[in-house]
């Protein structure tokens, strides 16, 4: 068996493995937490705008497609703009890790509200990078992930550990997500194992257009035991449509005597 841990990058996703076995990913295992209710007015929401402000549009796409198709492409909406979101903040990290490093950057139009609004955070509190996208790893538990930063704050005299976001809001699951990146037992750092690195606070710089936010985030142990459970409540019921197994095929009615 293959010792040591292990991120394997495939083209559109990755996953980790920890002495040759796969582990389960930090973010696909707060898919555990059932989505609240914030995250679910916003995609009702987002939907709604949608229809409204494109009324003419979806008239034609009934016409044209049916119904079940227009009823899928408005379902789908909210998981585009996801997806979209996700894309872009991968590339904010990656601007972000060249330009806390000093090294020159080319930024497209798209991301430079961004950009500024990360160099805004960076202009005001000045930190000092220790690790840059740092995978991290816990044996006891089979959980791995990349986190995002892990800075000295010299106004705060902390060593902080930051999570980046650039999405419209920031939702109570991202703590959990801080927490368990911050009690990962083990750290690549240039490809040699060593112990996690110790943080005195965690954050969450949520990168805004032209702005940022700067949100301190309890990740202690009480956190990590609640992204343990929705770890638990994922690997139970969630993957791989565990709890749709539950369910049997519908039976058919009894044949009733003296009919034929």
Not at 163 to 179: E, W
């Amino acid at each position: 068996m293959k010792k040591g841990i292990q991120r394997v990058d495939f083209r559109n996703y990755h996953r980790y493995k920890i002495d040759g076995r796969w582990a389960t990913g930090v973010t696909t295992a707060l898919n555990g937490v059932p989505k609240d209710e914030a995250l679910k007015r916003w995609a009702a929401r987002l939907v709604a705008e949608y229809a409204v402000t494109n009324y003419g549009l979806v008239g034609r796409m009934i016409d044209e497609s049916g119904e079940a198709h227009t009823r899928h492409y408005l379902a789908e909406i909210p998981n585009a703009r996801r997806d979209s979101a996700a894309i872009r903040g991968t590339e904010v990290h990656a601007l972000a890790e060249k330009y806390i490093r000093g090294e020159e950057v080319e930024v497209p139009d798209r991301l430079l509200p961004y950009v500024e609004g990360y160099a805004a955070w960076v202009e005001d509190w000045q930190p000092k990078s220790m690790h840059e996208e740092l995978v991290v790893a816990s044996r006891s538990h089979m959980i791995a992930g990349t986190l995002d930063s892990i800075s000295y704050i010299p106004s705060l005299d902390a060593v902080c550990l930051i999570d980046y976001k650039t999405s419209n809001y920031v939702f109570g699951v991202h703590a959990l997500q801080c927490a368990a990146y911050r009690h990962m037992e083990v750290c690549l750092v240039d490809g040699v194992e060593l112990p996690m690195v110790q943080v005195d606070r965690v954050f969450i710089l949520h990168i805004k257009p032209h702005d940022y936010q700067f949100i301190p985030v309890q990740a202690d142990e009480e956190a990590f035991g609640k992204f343990l459970a929705a770890r638990d409540n994922y690997l139970q019921n969630v993957q791989s449509n565990k709890l749709e197994k539950l369910l049997g095929v519908a039976l058919d009615p009894p044949a009733r005597e003296g009919m034929s």
